[in-house]
Nanobody, 117 residues
């Protein structure tokens, strides 16, 4: 499984961006998909995830109420809508997928999000 992320860029504080992550196979082959982010010198942290079947979302505390994760099974794509962006949201965002049946985690390439103050 390969994950292709897109949608990063530069935005002013208070603005919005939408990230996309498309799988090379079927989204239904993964148990969960979502996004982590990482700032240089810090650990990778969970931003949001969603179950591939029921679409149950989970959010990191720092983004609750501002970010929304969704999926489009027909397009094998997961989205991260980021609103009310803050400078502290600046990070490299990594698309992530997990297949529970073989206990394997997949990572896409990172996409840089920069929020200017």
């Amino acid at each position: 499984v390969q994950l292709q992320a897109s949608g990063g860029g530069v935005v002013q504080a208070g603005g919005s961006l939408r990230l996309s992550c498309t799988t090379s196979g079927s989204i239904s082959s993964l148990t969960n998909m979502g996004w982590y982010r990482q700032v240089p010198g810090s650990q990778r942290e969970l931003v949001a995830s969603i179950t591939s079947d029921a679409g149950v979302p989970v959010y990191g505390d720092s983004v609750k109420g501002r970010f929304a994760v969704s999926k489009d099974n027909a397009k094998d794509t997961v989205y991260l809508q980021m609103n009310s962006l803050k400078p502290e949201d600046t990070a490299v965002y990594y698309c992530w997928g997990y297949d529970h049946s073989i206990m394997t985690t997949y990572w896409g390439q990172g996409t840089l999000v920069t929020v200017s103050s």
